[in-house]
């Protein structure tokens, strides 16, 4: 579904992004993990058409990926940020915020898909007519995921998707996450800096380094220690625990 080869991106003089190179399969998710300033927040907004100042070979399903991208890959090409506070209107309603990307592609059905959509994120239809700041930080994520999946993508790019949020509500929005790639057969690339958080939901990681993919390994050897850079042994040594943050939680 998504192939990368010898990604580059410099802001003016300073390489960025340094010939990194990956591949999704229709259906996975690909993590990327490394420190801040390691370039993997930059390979997503290359990905999606936010960053056109890039060199090397991208492709979706199959397509060669251009600087400037037709509106159609924007249905296909969903991105989740962040801060699910800052990435909402805070005049809109969840209503206007699920309605308007369905407007803006053209599509039918909008007070069906609305409420569709909120359904699969587990949102009560009392929310629709809330505004955000009425709502928790998990309500948030869970509508901004909503808003993703309103044009029917087939990626989804995943930014610190859950780091904003308490540990339980990481735990509640990754199972969530999980559960739409199987019913929608989403593929996913998510970036985050948390080792637990990506072995949780991602099966392949590629650790970032100074703008190098420095190792590509199983979520299995991560957790186990089978690892071969010494950034990827080091990351691992600073996480105090890789636990499955679906435990997170839990009574004892």
């Known amino acids: ?18 010939g990194v190179s990956f591949h999704v399969p229709h259906g996975t998710s690909f993590g990327l993990v490394g420190e801040s300033g390691s370039g993997k927040s930059t390979i997503l907004r290359a990905l999606s058409g936010l960053n ?7 492709a979706i399903d199959g397509l060669e990926l ?24 805070p005049s809109q309603t969840i209503d206007r915020a699920l309605s308007e990307p369905l407007l803006v592609h053209g599509l039918d059905a909008v007070e069906a898909r609305v409420r569709r959509a909120l359904e699969e994120v587990a949102l009560p239809p009392s929310v629709r007519f809330r505004f955000p700041h009425q709502l928790s930080g998990g309500q948030r994520q869970r509508v901004a995921i ?31 996450l999980r559960n739409l790639q199987e019913t929608r057969a989403l593929t996913y690339v998510m970036v985050s800096h948390n080792l637990a958080v990506i072995a ?19 979520a299995d050897d991560l957790r186990a220690g089978r ?8 990351l691992r040594a600073l996480s105090l625990e890789l636990e499955d943050p679906s435990e997170a939680g839990r009574p004892a």
């Open 200 to 218: 949780h939901l991602c099966a392949t990681i590629g650790v970032m380094q100074e703008g190098r993919l420095v190792e590509t390994l199983s």
């Open 146 to 176: 909503a808003r993703a999946l309103m044009p029917e993508p087939k990626v989804l790019l995943l930014d610190e998707p859950t780091s904003a949020l308490d540990v339980s509500v990481q735990a509640e929005v990754l199972n969530l």
């Open 66 to 89: 251009a600087r400037r991208r037709p509106k159609s890959f924007f249905r296909d090409i969903q991105m989740v940020f962040q801060d699910p506070y800052g990435s909402l209107h």
């Open 1 to 18: 579904m998504i192939a990368v080869s010898n990604l580059q991106v410099h802001f003016g003089a300073r390489a960025v992004v340094r």
């Open 227 to 234: 690892t071969r850079h010494q950034h990827t042994t080091a």
């Open 52 to 58: 056109r100042d890039w060199s090397g070979r991208m």
